[in-house]
């Protein structure tokens, strides 16, 4: 029962895992239940596969070999599945009506067999996930996988889709959006340009920062295009991983810099800043490290879950090193306004990083949790939702940073009007009371 709630974990993180033509080893293995790969069928549904070096240690009767076979499953039959074996109704996976059967060991057509393809249409559209079950617990399986499924189009042509049902929009939504960040990367050229006597070093770096994010999508359009189209991403995978890798790193960077007033307020960082650099930019390599085990290594590897839980937690860590910088300078600007007599800019300052801060946090948390209810709540056809829900929410932080802190060609970075003066002293005696 343990190996089977375990299984229950492993569909709720399937969701995340990228469709496509997957190659599956075991050696050994004694596992009752190995999830292999999910994917959301259409009414025209196929799976193919091929298993090649099949041995069964010890060789099992061959009136045995009805306990031991390929099954697709939904999640809420497996919930069904799962009652049944508690109740005892069943003793085997294979032996409920709830799962559907691709192939049993019982129908090779001999039981010494070391290779064999299967092919198998699914009518019925829902999200499955391919599992194999071996229901004998002294029997240990090794063999080579090649699971293939995907969706025929509707048309003369029939072509192969390999994206699940939910995601087979995505390479058209990555590519519009990274359209979206390039004609951003010419408008903030243009902004540089016009106001070049203000602009400061934080200014290029957010450049960079939205140049990576547009090269980041524009290689994801194309592996999801080319895993749609063939079921392999033909390197742009290694691309993909390259920008992500390196804009992963200079955002945080960037919220990092943007936090301690690097560069607009002061041309130095502080020890404690430094550390702060120093915790999140190790961090980031290793979660990007983490999110290619996670997408190029198989579900059902003993590892997966672990990387996973890694990535996330880093995540995390990474989330709430870059708030630090943030609260320390709304403290350093606090204390500033009741000793250098400059109550109005002080105000304006602080005003606009307590903004900061609170849009910070809220792009955590849509990004981070929000976006995974999304996904868990919302129907299989309909995934690519929750991944436009984090794209659009990406694209309103990266404009509300780009306008809050843009060149300005007054004052050298805050242009604010001196008349408000005593007003701005009145606000900062009401601000001591403001507790972060």
Not at 79 to 89: A, N, P, S, T, Y
Not at 109 to 117: C, H, K, L, T, V
Not at 236 to 251: A, E, M, N, P, Q
Not at 422 to 432: G, R, W
């Amino acid at each position: 029962m343990p190996l089977l709630r375990h299984f229950l974990l492993l569909f709720s993180l399937f969701s995340l895992a990228a469709a496509k033509i997957r190659f599956s080893e075991f050696r050994s293995d004694g596992r009752p239940i190995i999830p292999i790969d999910e994917f959301g069928f259409t009414r025209r549904g196929q799976l193919e596969l091929n298993v090649t070096h099949l041995s069964l240690s010890p060789t099992p009767d061959a009136q045995t070999l009805s306990n031991v076979g390929f099954f697709l499953c939904t999640r809420d039959a497996w919930m069904h599945v799962l009652q049944q074996i508690e109740d005892g109704e069943i003793n085997c996976v294979l032996r409920s009506e709830s799962v559907k059967k691709v192939l049993i060991f019982d129908q090779l057509q001999s039981p010494a067999a070391s290779e064999f393809n299967h092919f198998y249409a699914e009518s019925n559209s829902d999200q499955y996930t391919l599992v194999f079950a071996n229901c004998l617990q002294q029997l240990k399986v090794t063999m080579k996988v090649r699971s293939a499924m995907y969706n025929l189009e509707d048309g003369r042509a029939n072509r192969r889709d390999y994206l699940s049902a939910g995601k087979t929009i995505l390479p058209r939504v990555y590519f519009l959006l990274s359209l979206v960040y390039f004609v951003l990367v010419g408008i903030w050229i243009h902004v540089l340009y016009k106001k070049r006597a203000t602009v400061f070093r934080i200014h290029f770096f957010m450049l960079t920062v939205v140049i990576l994010k547009a090269l980041n999508l524009l290689c994801e359009a194309e592996d999801k295009y080319y895993i749609k189209r063939t079921g392999s991403a033909h390197g742009w995978d290694v691309l993909f991983y390259i920008f992500s890798f390196l804009k992963g790193i200079t955002l945080f960077t960037l919220l990092v810099l943007i936090g301690t007033g690097w560069s607009f307020l002061k041309p130095y960082l502080q020890d404690r800043e430094k550390k702060v650099l120093m915790i999140v930019i190790p961090l980031q390599v290793v979660a990007n490290i983490a999110q290619v085990v996670i997408d190029e290594t198989e579900p059902f590897a003993q590892d997966w879950v672990t990387w996973k839980q890694v990535f996330l937690l880093v995540d995390v860590i990474c989330c709430c090193a870059v708030l630090f910088p943030i609260v320390w300078s709304i403290k350093n600007l606090r204390e500033a306004a009741r000793t250098d007599g400059k109550a109005a800019v002080n105000l304006m300052k602080l005003t606009l990083f307590r903004h900061y801060y609170i849009v910070v946090i809220c792009y955590i948390y849509f990004t981070r949790v929000v976006v995974y209810a999304l996904e868990t709540i919302t129907s299989y056809r309909y995934l690519w939702t929750s991944v436009l829900a984090g794209e659009v929410a990406t694209l309103a932080f990266y404009v509300f940073t780009g306008y809050k802190f843009k060149p300005e060609a007054h004052n050298p970075y805050f242009a604010i009007d001196d008349e408000d003066e005593e007003a701005a002293v009145v606000q900062l005696k009401l601000e001591d009371e403001f507790e972060m």
